[in-house]
């Protein structure tokens, strides 16, 4: 089966979407990805496990000010929509796979008029994550349009019409079929798993395992925002140095509210006990979890972060690191189920620090934990498992 893949991201990095791609090509799919332009790289390109189309120019003002016009009467992108109909031509695409909501009727509308079917590939909760997602005062503007009780509209009517969803996690899936009544063998959970294979055997940099051995490294790894929760770590900070010294929060990554962290840490006096990496390649993920003795995911809580199963996670669980993970729903039910960390109430930054230093001074438990989570990663929480359930999705497609 040729498959386009809709990408509103340039086009890579991805995690999500080159394992997807990866997997379906390995079983015999033909994938295309089509994303916006990315500088400095060629408009089309293959990179072994799929094919680029860097086809979506990035547009003045005006030109997506028409554009957003259409997404708040119609849910279509027109340019989108030119661009999707050209390759599905041209290509003789079989299947349209668009990541995330707001591209899903844009690339219905093609796949109608091709009588194709179409994957909508949810990675989030996305009508109730856009409320994180504007802080910039046209995103604010754009929010007021765009709320999310019009995304939860379009979201319903849309997913009513898609022939396969693909989710995250259960929780998600279960609003799926609750409130929006729509059938459980529609919806596929293809969880942010790990390729273990490949994960862990990217080399480890001595250089960074050389620069954090003096410390008692605290990690959180990927993107920043204030549904992340990164202000309650650290908040947590002057109370964990208080019974650890050495300690050091390690920040990898980068996000809208960079800036305002890095206020925080410097008011609490925190300096280098507070780390900010900015964005790392992701072969270097592997080191600085390697270097790290906690990990964390310290998301606050809302509807959106109850229902996230982020990478993260499973990154920890996969080199046997002890997380710490606040109360969502979906993270306290993967903890209680593996024993692969503790669980502490979400925006808690004094209940966070606790469970950090009890890891601290109870290594056994620490080692325990960190076990627990390589034998999930290995025995379910793992790619291998997940992208069998992508491929029989597309394998019941193709009869």
């Known amino acids: 089966m040729r498959i ?29 990805v089509l994303s916006p332009c990315k500088e400095g790289s060629p408009v089309e390109e293959n990179i072994g496990y799929a094919t680029v189309l860097r086809r979506i120019p990035q547009q003045p003002f005006l030109k997506r000010a028409w554009r957003f016009a259409h997404m708040v009467f119609r849910g279509i992108d027109p340019l989108w929509k030119s661009h999707i109909a050209d390759v599905v031509s041209k290509l003789n695409i079989e299947a349209i796979h668009v990541h995330d909501l707001p591209l899903v009727n844009t690339g219905l509308v093609v796949a109608k008029r091709n009588d194709i079917p179409l994957v909508a590939d949810l990675h989030e ?42 989710t995250v996690i259960d929780e998600i899936k279960r609003h799926y079929v609750k409130d929006h009544v729509i059938p459980p063998e529609k919806v596929t959970i293809v969880m942010n798993t790990e390729d273990l294979d490949d994960f ?4 480890i940099k001595e250089d960074i395992v050389k620069r954090y051995k003096p410390y008692f490294t605290i990690s959180y790894v990927g993107g920043f925002g204030v549904h992340r929760g990164i202000q309650t770590a650290i908040s947590a900070m002057p109370r964990i ?17 960079e800036l305002e962290l890095r206020e ?10 507070v780390e900010f990496t900015s964005r790392q390649p992701f072969d270097l993920v592997p080191s600085y979890i390697t270097v790290s003795q906690v990990c964390l995911v310290p998301y606050i809580k809302s509807v959106q972060t109850n229902a996230s199963a982020p990478h993260k996670l499973f990154q920890y669980m996969a080199m046997s690191k002890p997380v710490v993970v606040s109360s969502m729903a979906s993270l306290s039910r993967i903890m209680e189920e593996t024993g692969a960390g503790l669980v502490y109430p979400a925006g808690d930054a004094d209940a966070l620090a606790e469970a950090v230093i009890r890891l601290h001074r109870d290594k056994n438990l620490a080692i325990k934990l960190g076990k627990a989570g390589l ?25």
């Open 200 to 203: 862990l055997s990217m080399p």
């Open 4 to 32: 386009l893949m809709c990408l509103g991201n340039t086009f890579p990095p991805d995690i999500r979407v080159e394992k997807e791609a990866r997997v379906l090509t390995q079983a015999g799919h033909d994938v295309f």
């Open 264 to 273: 925080q840490a410097q008011k609490l006096g925190l300096g280098e006990a």
């Open 125 to 166: 909760n996305y009508p109730e994550a856009v409320r994180f997602y504007h802080s910039t005062w046209r995103g604010k503007i754009a929010g007021i349009i765009m709320s999310e009780r019009r995304w939860r509209r379009f979201e319903k009517s849309w997913l009513e019409q898609v022939d396969r969803i693909i």
């Open 375 to 399: 034998t999930a990663a290995k025995t379910k929480y793992n790619w291998e498992t997940e992208g069998k359930k992508l491929v029989d999705l597309y394998r019941g497609l193709s009869r």
């Open 241 to 257: 140095l208080t019974a650890i010294p050495e300690a050091r929060l390690v920040l990898v990554g980068s996000g809208s509210n």
